[in-house]
Nanobody
Framework: QVQLVESGGGLVQPGGSLRLSCAAS????????MGWYRQGSGKERVLVAT???????NYADSVKGRFTISRDNAKNTVYLQMNSLKPEDTDVYVC??????????????WGQGTQVTVSS
């Protein structure tokens, strides 16, 4: 079983910053990619940013130039530095990890989500 522990969310004013973190633990052999998604109001979660174990990144257009995703492979941890926050960024941010288990099967896991609220 894999567990994801998220932290760093909270309430900030417009223009402020937050740093989210997500640490994965459990029966993980290797991690292919980690990322952050918005819970949104629709049926499916919406991509914010992803990063592969090799360092390749992908961002939603709405956060380019403001958010930065990074990872510490040794700690199985992914970070999201969120700068110049806007009220439109308000949402629940959910961590995702795509990994290979000890039994050599591929799995995807989701965190419980952390609330980000941007309000003046």
């Amino acid at each position: 079983q894999v567990q994801l522990v998220e932290s760093g969310g909270g309430l900030v004013q417009p223009g402020g910053s937050l740093r989210l973190s997500c640490a994965a633990s459990g029966s993980i052999f290797s991690i292919n990619a980690m990322g952050w998604y918005r819970q949104g109001s629709g049926k499916e979660r919406v991509l914010v940013a992803t990063i592969t174990s090799g360092g390749s990144t992908n961002y939603a257009d709405s956060v380019k130039g403001r958010f930065t995703i990074s990872r510490d492979n040794a700690k199985n941890t992914v970070y999201l530095q969120m700068n110049s926050l806007k009220p439109e960024d308000t949402d629940v941010y959910v961590c995702n990890v795509y990994f290979r288990t000890i039994s050599r099967t591929y799995q995807s896991a989701w965190g419980q989500g952390t609330q980000v609220t941007v309000s003046s």
